[in-house]
């Protein structure tokens, strides 16, 4: 079945595991039917246990485990981009959840066993012998392109974090973290590499945070491969390859290896090896404590493979030394066996269909019917001739997208497959002899049926190889020549392109490659724009037989968009608005607008919050309400803003509650709504101080539970958060009085940006080459400029432009407006013009704030005059316009 209607498009927003995508539109209800068991059958009981210990605030789990939840997922994070400018920071639900069933299985629930996971089956079908391991071993499910590398550091960091601090923890502050080959080895080293994901996302609590030095005590040291450091008792990441931790009978293989197929990607070790001084696997074997991540885990099909063996081996050497291996954490995208099950251990999973239509990978678009039936397999012994015309829609496709991306500085990427080596280069030749654009820009690698690398250079020269690894690394960049990838099959995994939009398969597949459609996508998923909230596709193109095997992952709940392909189509790429300087009807230099730049008038003072009193806040007081027992069994706190469920607590009436939790509720409510970085531990106390002495028409017991009862009622909670913002803010706010013109915005020299596919229209009185509306009222509105002879030009103040005035909101906080349109009437008359449909608040204030701008300007130069032009929709629609001068003459009234 398809996604429900109400699945949220953010991949933030929490999910309810009453619209997770099921299989089969009857299983929604009946968790017994035959349809629910192609699901994990653990996952389903885990969500909903899960999200009650969510919305209770993780009771039961230990203190470091909740702190750092509540770090990770409720305090907001602000986060400073290349630009200089700051945005906030939030890891997906499905990373939030993963790294939470973890934490839930291990602190609550108390998992030793395969047993104990075995109370989560829904299925009635799950058996003890399907557990080949005899460790705690927990798998994670996320879509390719999902971010499984942040939830490897939060979970390295937690368990970290809880051995540190936590008495008696049987987790590790040693990490042993598995690669399935030098690619992804590669990618994650590059995360990892001084410990910079730990620090450059928030993975770490400030300091202080619940009483803990957080940042001091995590101290790790990166080992790569045999490049061992100063190995420590505690505090090791071992970052390696499964070859590298083979029993010594089994050495690790090397460059130098007759076979360098293991050295590269393949799955089994040679005998003979001259690289490794060092044994990797001797020193894991002898540590006392250890967790095991696994990166692109479904290489752990079987138990009778060497890569199971090996850590099998490792765990039986901790039991010999009276420990064991603390914890197997497996990630990938495809968890499954080779006869399509699933792997049992799996706990959490964010399935493919999800992370489309949330926008957290590209959407794979299909040749519609039209366009599939152009394509004919030609009767031909020559391999290009017979697949010359996949080949070349492919190209044509490619191009389309290639020019539009090159505007954003984004280098599209064609990748290419094959059924052989022979036919590989057979097609690199012939699209570099018939395309110009290729020329010099084809980059093959050879793989084998099961999509590994084989290595074809004579020799096994070690700079060749080092040289294609390179190469694929960084095709995305500019500077890298290639734009087309060919290869006998797309790499299972570990070559993390981003750019890839058009995929041509020209091969079919057998049972024995091992190959999962989802594996076949993978590698044309992530997207190029990730800060962007747009849409992004890859255009899969093929022979039927292909395409049969593609679109049989619409088991999976998978729906594909079909679209008209080749010449005469456009382009299957975001939205693109730039200057439209190839327009040889437009004088770009005429219709350019430069608006000043003014240094604030409104600006916030951060002074110490130690100067809040409490005590002058001349708040309303309230009377304290009795609750019964009952009543007070379950208190329900909700987040101000979202209505969120943000804290409960649940106790008996003769438990002693914890107010602390309560009031830093409240206090990171009040700092996440005005972006406050700091202070944290000086606005608890002011926050503790006004609710317990002036709050309430008396001065109440914190630790009552009566008392916290009454806090999570509407009207407290409203006066605690809006107090403090209010005094916040008239401590914090002020205007100079007076503003300066710092600099000019040419919009003309604004940079191309993209857009999510929404109407626009071609404007031609306008700089840029569309114009986009944020409703129907303002592309009605840009119509009407259209025609307007008495103006020069206009724009609508797209984000990129950056031309902001700062206000203060109805609320008192400082924000950020951006007016509509930019109309010039002449080289000295310029009009701001804000359009309206339903009026609010804090149009009043924009509106004043424009109104003091423009007189701001006009006090200090003369050579321009800026006038503004406020324009309800409801007024507008009562009359008819046929020049600016009626509508300044109509709405300057």
């Known amino acids: 079945m398809s996604l429900l209607n109400n699945f949220p498009k953010s991949p933030h927003e929490i999910l309810n595991p009453e619209i997770r995508w099921i299989p089969g539109e009857d299983s929604i209800k009946d968790k017994q039917g035959a349809m629910y068991k192609l699901l994990p059958p653990l996952v389903a009981k885990l969500r909903e246990e899960v999200k009650e210990w969510r919305d209770n605030n993780y009771i039961g789990a230990t203190e470091t485990s909740i702190a750092l939840l509540n770090w990770w997922f409720k305090t907001p994070h602000f986060i400073q981009n290349k630009e200089g400018s700051s945005f906030q920071f939030q890891y997906y639900f499905a990373q939030r959840e993963a790294v939470e069933t973890i934490v839930y299985l291990h602190d609550v629930i108390k998992v030793k066993d395969k047993y104990d996971l075995m109370r989560f089956d ?3 079908s799950v058996s003890s012998n399907m557990f080949e391991e005899d460790w705690r071993r927990f798998v994670i499910k996320m879509a390719t392109g999902a971010g499984k590398t942040k939830v490897m550091s939060l979970l390295l960091a937690w368990s970290y974090f809880h051995k540190l601090y936590e008495e008696d923890s049987d987790l590790s502050r040693n990490f042993l973290v598995i690669t399935p080959n030098i690619i992804v080895l590669d990618r994650i080293y590059n995360d990892f590499n001084g410990l910079k994901i730990f620090f450059e996302d928030p993975v770490l609590p400030d300091n202080g945070f619940k009483g803990k030095d957080w940042q001091n005590d995590f101290q790790l040291t990166l080992h790569l491969q045999d490049n061992l450091g100063n190995i420590k008792k505690y505090g090791n990441i071992f970052l390696t390859n499964i070859h590298r931790v083979y029993d010594n009978k089994n050495k690790a293989p090397s460059i130098n290896d007759e076979n360098v197929l293991d050295y590269f990607l393949g799955e089994k070790p040679v005998l003979n090896t001259t690289d490794s001084k060092i044994d990797l696997g001797d020193i894991v074997r002898d540590i006392n404590e250890l967790m095991v991540i696994n990166d692109e885990a479904h290489h752990i099909h079987d138990s009778t493979l060497a890569w199971f063996k090996s850590i099998e081996d490792i765990s039986n050497s901790l039991k010999q030394k009276g420990s064991k291996l603390s914890l197997q954490i497996d990630v990938t995208a495809t968890p499954k066996h080779n006869n399509g099950g699933i792997f049992i251990q799996t706990i959490s999973d964010y399935p493919l269909v999800e992370a489309i239509y949330q926008n957290v990978v590209k959407h794979p678009i299909l040749p519609d019917e039209a366009s599939r039936a152009k394509l004919i397999e030609r009767q031909s012994s020559i391999f290009t001739e017979k697949y010359e015309d996949f080949l070349h829609l492919g190209y044509v496709e490619w191009k389309k997208v290639y020019e539009e991306h090159m505007k954003m500085n984004k280098k599209a990427i064609l990748f290419i497959m094959t059924d052989d080596t022979k036919n590989c280069d057979e097609v690199k030749e012939f699209l570099e002899s018939r395309y110009t654009e290729f020329k010099d820009s084809v980059l093959v690698i050879h793989t084998k049926d099961n999509g590994e690398i084989s290595e074809t250079v004579k020799g096994k020269d070690k700079e060749e190889l080092d040289r294609l690894r390179k190469e694929a690394d960084n095709i995305d960049n500019l500077e890298s020549p290639y734009k087309v990838i060919l290869s006998v099959l797309m790499l299972k995994e570990g070559w993390d392109v981003k750019n890839v939009t058009t995929i041509v398969g020209l091969r079919a597949y057998t049972s024995k490659a091992n190959i999962l459609p989802e594996q076949t996508l993978g590698r044309g998923l992530r997207r190029m724009y990730r800060e962007k909230d747009i849409e992004e596709y890859v255009s899969v193109i093929g022979t039927p037989a292909f395409m049969d095997f593609v679109e049989s992952i619409k088991s999976e709940g998978v729906v594909f968009e079909t679209r008209k392909m080749g010449a005469g189509s456009g382009a299957i790429a975001p939205i693109i608005i730039e200057i439209d300087k190839n327009n040889e009807k437009k004088d770009i230099e005429k219709l350019d607008i430069k608006i000043p730049v003014l240094t604030p008038r409104i ?11 409490p005590s002058e806040f001349n708040n309303k007081k309230v009377e304290i309400k009795e609750f019964s027992e009952e009543e007070k069994r379950e208190i329900i706190f909700k987040d101000i803003q979202s209505g969120e469920i943000n804290h409960i607590i649940s106790l008996d009436s003769n438990s002693v509650p914890d107010y602390t939790s309560v009031i830093g509720f409240f206090t990171q409510s009040i700092m996440k709504q005005l972006r406050l970085y700091s202070g944290y531990d000086i606005l608890y106390e002011k926050v503790k101080d006004f609710i317990k002495n002036y709050l309430f028409t008396k001065e109440i017991d914190l630790e009552d539970l009566n008392t916290l009862r009454n806090l999570s009622e509407i009207e407290p909670r409203n006066i605690i958060t809006r107090s403090f913002i209010d005094q916040i803010n008239k401590l914090t706010i002020l205007d100079k009085g007076e503003a300066e013109i710092k600099d000019y915005i040419s919009i003309g020299k604004s940079r191309p ?59 008192g906080e400082i924000s950020y407006y951006y007016p509509d349109f930019i109309v010039k009437l002449s080289e000295r008359q310029i009009y701001i013009v804000e359009t309206k449909g339903r009026e609010d608040l804090d149009d009043i ?14 006090n200090m130069q003369k050579d321009v005059e800026y006038k503004y032009l406020y324009i309800k929709q409801e007024d507008y629609e009562k009359e008819k316009f046929g020049s600016f001068k009626d509508l300044i003459k109509y709405f300057n009234k």
């Open 122 to 124: 829904v299925s009635g």
């Open 603 to 613: 600006y916030r003072e951060y002074k110490n919050l130690s100067d809040l009193k």
């Open 753 to 811: 940006f993209v857009i999510k596919e929404q109407g626009y229209l071609i404007p031609k009185k306008s700089i840029f080459n569309k114009i986009i509306g944020d409703s129907n009222f303002e592309l009605e509105f840009a119509n009407l400029l259209e025609g307007c002879e008495d103006i020069i030009s206009y724009v609508k103040n797209y984000f990129s432009i950056n031309f902001k005035i700062e206000y203060q909101n109805s609320d």
């Open 845 to 858: 204030e924009k509106i004043k704030r424009l109104a003091k701008w423009c007189e701001d300007l006009n």
